[in-house]
C-alpha cells in the first residue's frame, strides 16, 4: 500500500529564514498532495494542495513543489514567523473511490523569536 | 468555508461508560466523513470512513462494535465509543469532504479529547 515519509521530524529556524519540509510516496498512482497545519490541541488545517497535473503552486509565504517522477514534494514556508509553529503533516491520495488518504508522521516546527 | 465542527471538545468519563462524539459540517454538505484518532505527537490514525446513509468502512484493527459510527445526514456523524476503558483515552478528530469542487479535500474538525477515567 501506499507509504509517506516525512522529513525532518523537528525543525528549528530563525524568525524570518525559510523552512523546508519534504515528502516522498511510494504509490505512483497518487495524484493529489495537501499540507495541514495543525497547532496544539487543535484539529489539522489546510494549508495548501497540489495535484499531480501540477509542479507548484504557491499561496503568499507558502509554496508547494511536486515531483513526480522521483515521487517526492515539498513545503517550502518564507519569511517564518512565531506564529507558524506548528506540526505540518504532508499526505497523498489517489483521490475518488474510496481511496485513503496517507499521511506522513508530522514535522514539529519552531520559529524562534 | 468548509467549517467543520466537533462536540464535545473535551469529555471525561468513567471505564465502562459510552461517549457519543458529533462531528458537522457546517456550511457544505459531506459526502464522506472520516474519524481518526492521535496519540500525543503521533499522526493521524484513520479508524473508518463514513457514507451518509450506510454503514461505515473500518480500518483494520478497529473494533467496529465498540467504537459505533453513524452517519444520519449529509451534515452529521457520530462516533460511539462503548464501554469506554483507560486505553480508549485519545484526541478523536473527524474530518469531511464536500464533494465539490473536490472530492478528496479532507477539512477537519477541531477535535475530542476523551479522557477515560
Known amino acids: 500500500g501506499e507509504n509517506v515519509e516525512q522529513h525532518p521530524s523537528t525543525l528549528s529556524v530563525q524568525e524570518g529564514d525559510s523552512a523546508v519540509i519534504k515528502c516522498t510516496y511510494s504509490d505512483s498512482a497518487s495524484n493529489y498532495f495537501p499540507w495541514y497545519k495543525q497547532e496544539l490541541g487543535k484539529g489539522p488545517q489546510l494549508i495548501i494542495d497540489i495535484r499531480s497535473n501540477v509542479g507548484e503552486k504557491k499561496d503568499q509565504r507558502i509554496a508547494v513543489t511536486l515531483n513526480k517522477t522521483a515521487k517526492h514534494f515539498s513545503l517550502h514556508i518564507t519569511e517564518t514567523q512565531p506564529e507558524d509553529s506548528a506540526v505540518y503533516f504532508c499526505?497523498?491520495?489517489?483521490?475518488?473511490?474510496?481511496?485513503?488518504?496517507?499521511f506522513g508522521a508530522g514535522t514539529r516546527l519552531f520559529v524562534k523569536a | 468555508g468548509a467549517v467543520v465542527s466537533q462536540h464535545p471538545s473535551r469529555v471525561i468519563c468513567k471505564s465502562g461508560t459510552s461517549v457519543k462524539i458529533e462531528c458537522r459540517s457546517l456550511?457544505?454538505?459531506?459526502?464522506?466523513m472520516f474519524w481518526y484518532r492521535q496519540f500525543p505527537k503521533q499522526s493521524l490514525m484513520l479508524m473508518a470512513t463514513s457514507n451518509e446513509g450506510s454503514k461505515a468502512t473500518y480500518e483494520q484493527g478497529v473494533e467496529k462494535d465498540k467504537f459505533l459510527i453513524n452517519h444520519a445526514s449529509l451534515t452529521l456523524s457520530t462516533l460511539t465509543v462503548t464501554s469506554a476503558h483507560p486505553e480508549d483515552s485519545s484526541f478523536y478528530i473527524c474530518?469531511?469532504?464536500?464533494?465539490?469542487?473536490?472530492?478528496?479535500?479532507?477539512?477537519f474538525g477541531p477535535g475530542t479529547r476523551l479522557t477515560v477515567l
Open positions: 499526505a497523498a491520495s489517489k483521490g475518488t473511490g474510496g481511496f485513503k488518504t496517507i
Open positions: 474530518s469531511a469532504t464536500p464533494g465539490l469542487p473536490s472530492t478528496d479535500t479532507q477539512y
Open positions: 456550511d457544505f454538505q459531506a459526502t464522506t
